[in-house]
């Protein structure tokens, strides 16, 4: 069968192309280029969550600790403002992928811009930050959608691997996810934020150089794009978008300077478009010629997915900013007498991630086809994140109102304990779901608008949390909780006719 994930055929002279995808068993029984995007993903985690857990932290601090003096509300809703730029960013970044650069090109300058945007947050400058913060907006745009959709196309459709290698990649993920603000968290507490943040900067470019070095066992290592523009069309292509970037950043700049785009309108921008962009994306890909009926199909339950991670999401990211300032304020910083930093916590989240994904991979290989629908995974996926929050209902209630009372540190290391479960089970899964229902002309845009759920759910973050400080904190906690509970729920009595609506020729009934 020919698909899009076929590869032209090299020179003689050049060393073989990866085995097809469904023979190769050379990484843990996985295609030897799992091993190599896993890694990448190590060192982008890394850096990038390295730098989440203090980012909030350092947009509370006072200005004369370092910090740059935000009161906590505020810092949490900028912090998901910059959430929802990352993720809003990776449509382009799928569509530059498919049309123009290819997978492992955009991959690679993405990293690239990552890099060159943790060392700018090194300098210790408020206008460096944001300088940084935009560069690794733009590159985690290139990079997250396109090394998930290139994790997609190592295995064959129905390849019952294939949800078992996502839970695999995910750990790796999770491996920097938990050593990174390890790391960042140490140094941003005891050395200043800005060594936290050059933490991030060696991170990156350590996971570029070996992304290089493993490069021959990679798909789309040619750098062709799978549906490239003309080379007419591509020109043209390139000229609009630097054009349309320079008219942007110029009025951007000007309307700064003039006092109207203030911060606060500037979260209130990027949450109106975190709105509109997945619906006119959904409304393109429905409406076009080169998407199949069948293709078409597949779409509409893959709306009630989205719809769900967004849920999930809204929870998840709060990890790295409500409770990354609840656990700063409210709960011990001490575990059996060790004392620690508060950035250790977002580790905690990591850690299980790591710990529960290898036993997931293994019940699904385990069960085969008896595991539960991919549907199903991220229902529960989303209701144990629900309740990760309802768990910090408890301990802030009663006492918990008492000035100076701070919580054991085993519930927020609990509460993480639920999210990392329900994180495994829903993004391996969505991610997974999302490669084999992409229509075949919009495969890497199709992960970016994955991508755009998480933009959506942070830009919906970015408006809620507002209120953070200003309601109780049980109430802050249980009514998110309880949503997203809701919303969990609803995906599993929708689970038959998803399972129906989501089944592939190749799969029968």
């Known amino acids: 069968m020919t698909t899009a994930l076929d590869q032209p055929k090299e020179p003689e002279a050049t060393p073989s192309p990866p085995a097809a995808p469904g023979d190769d068993h050379g990484f843990l029984g996985h295609p030897g280029g799992l091993a190599t995007l896993s890694g990448l993903e190590v060192w982008e985690r890394f850096s990038f969550l390295g730098m989440q857990a203090i980012l909030v932290l350092y947009f509370a601090d006072a200005v004369a600790h370092g910090g740059l003096g935000m009161d906590p509300a505020t810092a949490a809703s900028v912090a998901a403002a910059y959430g929802t730029m990352v993720y809003l960013v990776s449509v382009a970044g799928g569509w530059l992928a498919d049309r123009i650069l290819g997978s492992y090109r955009a991959v690679l300058w993405g990293g690239v811009l990552i890099a060159c945007g943790h060392y700018a947050m090194a300098v210790p400058a408020p206008a460096t930050t944001w300088t940084g913060l935009g560069l690794i907006s733009a590159g985690t745009g290139l990079l997250k959608p396109n090394v998930a959709s290139m994790v997609g196309r190592l295995y064959r459709t129905d390849d019952e691997r294939r949800d078992a290698g996502f839970a695999l990649y995910y750990m790796a993920i999770n491996i920097g996810a938990f050593a990174g603000p390890l790391v960042a968290g140490w140094l941003g507490e005891h050395q200043g934020w800005h060594w936290g943040f050059s933490a991030a900067a060696a991170g990156m470019t350590a996971g570029l150089a070996q992304y290089v070095l493993g490069r021959r066992r990679l798909p789309g290592r040619d750098g062709s794009a799978t549906h490239a523009l003309p080379p007419a069309a591509r020109r043209t292509a390139v000229r609009r978008i630097a054009a349309a970037g320079l008219a942007l950043a110029a009025l951007a700049t000007l309307l700064a300077a003039i006092g109207w785009l203030t911060m606060p309108r500037f979260v209130d921008l990027l949450t109106l478009v975190s709105v509109i962009a997945p619906v006119v994306y959904f409304t393109v890909m429905f409406r076009s010629p080169r998407v199949t009926a069948a293709e078409r199909g597949r779409l509409r339950p893959y709306v009630v997915l989205f719809l769900a991670s967004v849920a999930f999401n809204f929870i998840l990211f709060q990890a790295y900013s409500t409770m990354m300032l609840l656990a700063s304020t409210n709960a011990r910083t001490e575990i059996l007498g060790f004392h620690f930093p508060a950035g250790w916590y977002a580790s905690a989240l990591?850690?299980?991630?790591?710990?529960?994904?290898?036993?997931?991979?293994?019940?699904?290989?385990?069960?085969?086809?008896?595991?539960?629908?991919?549907?199903?995974?991220?229902a529960i996926g989303v209701v144990l994140g629900g309740l990760s929050f309802l768990?910090?209902?408890?301990?802030?209630?009663?006492?918990?109102?008492?000035?100076?009372?701070?919580?054991?540190?085993?519930?927020?290391?609990?509460?993480?304990?639920?999210?990392?479960?329900?994180?495994?089970?829903?993004?391996?899964?969505?991610?997974?779901?999302t490669t084999r229902l992409a229509p075949s002309a919009y495969a890497g845009q199709t992960m970016a608008l994955w991508f755009l759920s998480l933009a959506l759910a942070n830009g919906i973050q970015?408006?809620?949390?507002?209120?953070?400080?200003?309601?109780s904190t049980p109430v802050y906690f249980g009514v998110n909780g309880a949503v997203a509970v809701a919303a969990g729920l609803a995906v599993i009595a929708a689970a038959p006719w998803l399972r129906r609506t989501m089944t592939l020729p190749t799969e029968g009934a």
Do not use: C, N
């Open 350 to 378: 990591g850690a299980f991630e790591v710990a529960l994904a290898p036993v997931v991979a293994g019940l699904w290989v385990r069960m085969g086809r008896r595991q539960p629908h991919a549907s199903l995974k991220i």
């Open 391 to 433: 768990l910090m209902v408890l301990p802030t209630s009663g006492h918990g109102a008492d000035e100076g009372f701070r919580m054991a540190a085993w519930w927020i290391v609990g509460s993480y304990l639920l999210l990392g479960l329900g994180d495994v089970l829903l993004e391996t899964s969505g991610m997974s779901a």
């Open 462 to 471: 970015a408006q809620v949390v507002k209120a953070y400080g200003h309601v």
